[in-house]
């Protein structure tokens, strides 16, 4: 992918359209228990379709988040929180209960986009992580590479982009 590349990400009706602009920084699935509670939070919510995939991982594509914009319907953008104190925002169209991103209040410099949400060519998964909480009985693939946690290379990629964004690249 360029860095040109264009994504389009819309929620299930439509009404709600995300325009990204370069490349993704990662495609993962994430296992994590924020991640799952998170999914089941959305899903309870009235008409939404399933967040975690059969194996109950969360897909994601992370990109910079000077590189994301809402084009269409933000009015209908409702975040989601599991504690009120937490950081982390699951943000969903109102108008059908689409999952359509994750962001923070404060810190990280990225947003994960769901990656059910894109339309078009979606970026090939790269990583499965914090497969150590995935749910008991679920065998995963070797192919994409899994962990345990957070591995070094989505760390080393996370920086690239931080420093991308402050050198303005």
């Given at each position: 992918m360029t860095r040109s590349a264009n994504f389009v990400a819309t929620c299930t009706c439509g009404?709600?359209?995300?325009?990204?602009?370069?490349?993704?920084i990662v495609s993962t699935v994430c296992y994590c228990v924020d991640c799952q509670k998170g999914s089941d939070q959305i899903e309870a919510l009235s008409n939404a379709r399933a967040v975690r995939a059969g194996d109950g991982g969360t897909a994601y594509v992370l990109f910079r988040n000077d590189r994301v914009e809402c084009t269409k319907g933000a009015e209908h953008l409702?975040?989601?929180?599991?504690k009120e104190t937490s950081a982390t925002n699951r943000i969903v169209a109102a108008?059908?209960?689409?999952?359509?991103?994750?962001?923070?209040d404060r810190g990280p410099?990225?947003?994960?986009?769901?990656?059910?949400r894109f339309q078009g060519e979606i970026p090939p998964l790269q990583l499965r992580i914090c497969?150590?909480?995935?749910?008991?009985?679920v065998v995963l693939p070797d192919d994409p590479p899994k962990h345990a946690g957070?591995?070094?290379?989505?760390?080393?990629?996370?920086l690239a982009a931080r420093v991308a964004m402050v050198l303005g690249r």
């Open positions: 009404n709600v359209e995300l325009k990204v602009i370069g490349p993704p409702r975040g989601y929180k599991l108008c059908c209960n689409s999952p359509m991103f994750m962001n923070f410099h990225w947003v994960s986009v769901y990656r059910a497969t150590r909480s995935k749910p008991e009985g957070f591995p070094p290379s989505l760390i080393l990629r996370l």
